[in-house]
């Protein structure tokens, strides 16, 4: 698994609607798409700095991953997504230096791209997601 840069860093908004504005208003920056996942029930928007981007999520269910995080701690920084050659080959390596994996495998995210997530207890604190761009 080799890591070629930051990804994006994911934070969690109560409302796109109320936030992209500070990023574009505020920040100068372009919203450059607004995607749906559905099975993680969020709402994105993206904003490209450099070779990393912005994403912002918003919850489209109370019981989402995100609506609770934003319940137990409010707005902010949710995420660090790192681009990685192979996610498959990242997740064995992760867990063979015991690292607890939320997914032990790829699984479809936002922009087509292939994720798996890292638990926090165990990446001092930072939930962590390693990203790939499908072939």
Known sequence: MNISHIE???????????AI?????VLGLKCYAIEEVQDQKVKTAFF?????????????DSESPIAKFIEKRGEG?????????SVTKGLEKMEAAGISLIDKKPRKG????NIAFLHPKST???????????E
């Open 8 to 18: 994006h860093i994911g934070i969690a908004v109560k409302s796109l609607e109320h």
């Open 21 to 25: 504005p500070y990023y574009e208003n």
């Open 48 to 60: 490209q700095v450099g070779e990393t981007k912005i994403e912002l999520l918003e919850a489209t």
């Open 77 to 85: 920084v949710h995420h660090i997504a790192f681009c990685v050659n």
């Open 110 to 113: 936002a922009e087509g791209l």
């Open 124 to 134: 001092q604190g930072v939930l962590t997601e390693l990203c790939e761009k499908p």
